[in-house]
């Protein structure tokens, strides 16, 4: 996800305008941290950040202002534009809310009320939601939501840190229609439970998870703290489904980690980009730098984005001078986010990417290749090229749309190819699950240790 420079907000009063590049992203085993034997240092205390399940489509808040009409207005508006001067109706082409859709929808609900067989009453509140919502999801954008009220004060409170969950971050599993698992916190539930990157979400507590979207997948999962949900996984190479029992807990994760390695080798893992994350890295770098750090490697593996604020503030503390990124909308208006250089990295450095390595975690991978200041390692990055930004709305409900593409600092859009690293190297799961060998973190070492003695 990407989020504009107008400041991070956590006054529901005060929600606007999001950039959001977070996608439901198809992931590749790969880890979602260092291996466990290493002790980790944790910046700033642990930031408490809605992820739902630590779902990878979870959008963050920036402030800015709501859209400026009401739902009521609109409606008026939109009958108004309706009406020609000399009174007769007009329609546009252009226009999905006119009289004659308006006529179908009434005839639509007709229908139903004089034939639909029903046990229960029929929920017309729900059947309104489904028609905002459907008309998002007919735009064919996976990243375009409506979010009704409850889902948007979910995203709001989640964004604000009240969580409980398993700490597994989630996506959309693209073949299948499945949920996945595309990343485990350390020192969750899920982690404790054995729960891997890349398994099947079936069922949770004995209900099919198939051809549901993705806030639905993570709602089923979490829940009150202390109780129980049980999921049924499916693994690439077991012979049947994993019933796991999970307890649902307090969830708590920092963006970013880090600590000295041997050699006087800095490492700094970045495990999102929000806008508590330029603190967090900013106390990172201070003690690889007060340490003597004779060389970095940066962890961007399972990063699925954030805020383009975070990215672009912490570019510019290793960046040389230059162009960061620029983002062109559907008009072909460019902003440019830019570099001073003063803080330009000294020192020899890796960044580690795969393929849950997405939107903003790319920007920052991009723009270190563009300017050949680090060495990619690992393999080719999701690619996720475009922006999106929430829209809430006057009666508490919200739209994510796309709005915009953005760009590497020499033209490239990544989005459906993603970034070649350098080096490349394939993550040996087995070793890392059954040993806790990190092969492509050791082969980062390896290389930032040629730099330094060459």
Same mark, same amino acid.
């Given at each position: 996800m990407i989020l504009d420079n107008s400041g991070y907000s956590n006054n529901k009063t005060n929600q606007g305008a999001v950039?959001?590049?977070?996608?439901?992203?198809?992931?590749?085993q790969t880890p979602q941290s260092q291996p466990p034997q290493q002790e980790q240092h944790q910046t700033g205390g642990m930031f408490l950040f809605g992820l739902l399940t630590g779902v990878i489509a979870t959008t963050l808040v920036t402030g800015c202002v709501y859209i400026g009409m009401k739902l009521k207005d609109t409606m008026q508006l939109t009958a108004a534009k309706q009406t020609s001067t000399d009174g007769k109706a007009e329609t546009s082409e252009e226009d999905v809310i006119n009289e004659e859709s308006l006529a179908?929808?009434?005839?639509?609900?007709?229908?139903?009320?004089?034939?639909?067989?029903?046990?229960?009453?029929?929920?017309?509140d729900e059947m309104v939601e489904g028609m905002y919502a459907g008309m998002v999801d007919a735009?064919?954008?996976?990243?375009?939501?409506? @979010?009704? +009220?409850? &889902?948007?004060?979910? !995203?709001?409170?989640?964004? $604000?840190?009240?969580?409980?969950?398993?700490?597994?971050?989630?996506?959309?599993?693209?073949?299948?229609?499945?949920?996945?698992?595309?990343?485990?916190?350390?020192?969750?539930?899920?982690?404790?439970?054995?729960l891997r990157e890349n398994d099947l979400i079936y069922q949770v507590d004995g209900e099919s998870m198939q051809g549901k979207d993705l806030s639905g997948i993570v709602s089923y999962i979490k829940g009150e703290e202390g109780t129980i949900v049980h999921l049924?996984? @499916?693994? +690439?190479? &077991?012979?049947?489904? !994993?019933?796991?029992?999970? $307890?649902?807990?307090?969830?708590?994760?920092?963006?970013?980690?880090?600590?000295?390695?041997?050699?006087?080798?800095?490492?700094?893992?970045?495990?999102?980009f929000d806008e508590v994350t330029v603190d967090q890295f900013t106390e990172a770098m201070a003690v690889i730098k007060g340490s003597d750090a004779k060389g970095l490697i940066l962890d961007l593996r399972s990063n699925p984005g954030g805020s383009l604020s975070a990215v672009v503030d912490i570019a510019r503390q290793i960046l040389p001078s230059g162009l960061i990124v620029y983002t062109e909308d559907r008009n072909g208006e460019r902003t440019e986010y830019s570099c001073d250089g003063k803080n330009e990295l000294q020192i020899p450095m890796i960044v580690l990417v795969?393929?849950?390595?997405?939107?903003?975690?790319?920007?920052l991978a991009g723009a270190i290749k563009d300017y050949g200041t680090g060495t990619l390692i690992g393999t080719t990055t999701f690619g996720k090229g475009i922006v999106q930004?929430?829209?809430?709305?006057?009666?508490?409900?919200?739209?994510?749309?796309?709005?915009?593409?953005?760009?590497?600092?020499?033209?490239?859009?990544?989005?459906?190819?993603?970034?070649?690293?350098?080096?490349?190297c394939e993550f040996d799961a087995d070793s890392y699950y059954d040993n806790g060998e990190d092969n492509q973190l050791e082969r980062a070492k390896e290389e930032v240790t040629k730099m330094i003695t060459e």
């Open positions: 950039n959001n590049l977070y996608p439901n992203v198809p992931q590749q179908k929808l009434k005839a639509i609900e007709d229908v139903i009320n004089e034939y639909y067989y029903k046990e229960e009453d029929i929920d017309t735009l064919g954008d996976p990243y375009s939501v409506y @979010y009704s +009220e409850e &889902e948007w004060n979910q !995203l709001m409170e989640e964004t $604000e840190g009240i969580y409980y969950g398993i700490g597994a971050y989630v996506s959309l599993d693209e073949t299948t229609g499945f949920g996945k698992i595309s990343g485990v916190i350390d020192n969750t539930p899920a982690q404790e439970a054995g049924t996984l @499916y693994r +690439e190479g &077991e012979p049947d489904f !994993l019933e796991i029992d999970i $307890e649902r807990r307090k969830i708590e994760a920092p963006t970013v980690n880090y600590e000295m390695l041997d050699n006087g080798i800095g490492y700094i893992q970045i495990t999102e795969n393929g849950n390595s997405a939107s903003a975690s790319e920007i930004r929430v829209l809430p709305l006057t009666d508490g409900t919200a739209l994510k749309l796309t709005v915009s593409a953005y760009y590497t600092p020499k033209g490239n859009n990544i989005h459906g190819i993603g970034i070649e690293p350098d080096i490349v």
